[in-house]
């Protein structure tokens, strides 16, 4: 019986996807570009989109099951409504990373590596974001803030909070 997990994805999603799977002479090379689209859209890739996109580009589990589960951008997760991803390489460490993250944790409620019991806020390490001379750097979303300070945090924190009251979280590419 066919997987109905298509039909949870936006329309536009679907369409964006059968443009991606043509684009490639053969079918299976369009996966990683279809399950970001998913992604995107669902915020997560859950088991039912793993057997969708097998049926879809003719693959075996295995095939995307280890695509998955190698890349970090994947989820297999949900993740809130505002995802926060600070950087932890040596430069952004140096220059007060993880006093950033004690701050971050504090006034958000979230533990690293979590997400907020409200599923509001996601809050994770990211390694380096080729933002080394003006660190600590910080993904908010998609979107690069630079220059943390621990003492001066407040416009960082009043940005996370209200994208996570937001009703429309934004694409997850990572
Ligand atoms: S070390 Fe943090 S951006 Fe490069």
Excluded at 10 to 28: C, D, G
Excluded at 90 to 106: F, M, W
Excluded at 145 to 152: M, S
Aim: hydrophobic share 40%; aromatic share 6%; charged share 25%.
């Amino acid at each position: 019986m066919a997987n109905s997990f298509g039909n949870k994805l936006k329309p536009e999603t679907l369409a964006e996807i059968e443009k991606i799977i043509p684009r490639y002479p053969q079918k299976r090379s369009a996966l990683m570009p279809v399950l970001q689209a998913i992604q995107d859209d669902q915020r997560v890739i859950s088991n039912d989109a793993i057997e969708w996109v097998v049926e879809k580009l003719d693959l075996q589990p295995i095939n995307v099951l280890e695509v998955v589960s190698f890349f970090p951008n994947y989820r297999q997760k949900p993740i809130g409504k505002c995802w926060v991803r600070v950087c932890r390489t040596l430069s952004c460490a140096l220059h007060g990373a993880y006093k950033v993250v004690d701050i971050l944790e504090k006034e958000l409620g979230c533990k690293m590596g979590t997400t907020s019991e409200d599923g509001s806020i996601t809050l994770e390490y990211a390694e380096c974001l080729a933002a080394c001379g003006t660190g600590p750097g910080a993904l908010i979303d998609e979107d690069l803030f630079e220059n943390l300070k621990p003492d001066d945090l407040g416009p960082v924190i009043a940005e996370i909070k209200k994208r996570a009251a937001g009703g429309v979280p934004t694409p997850t590419k990572g």
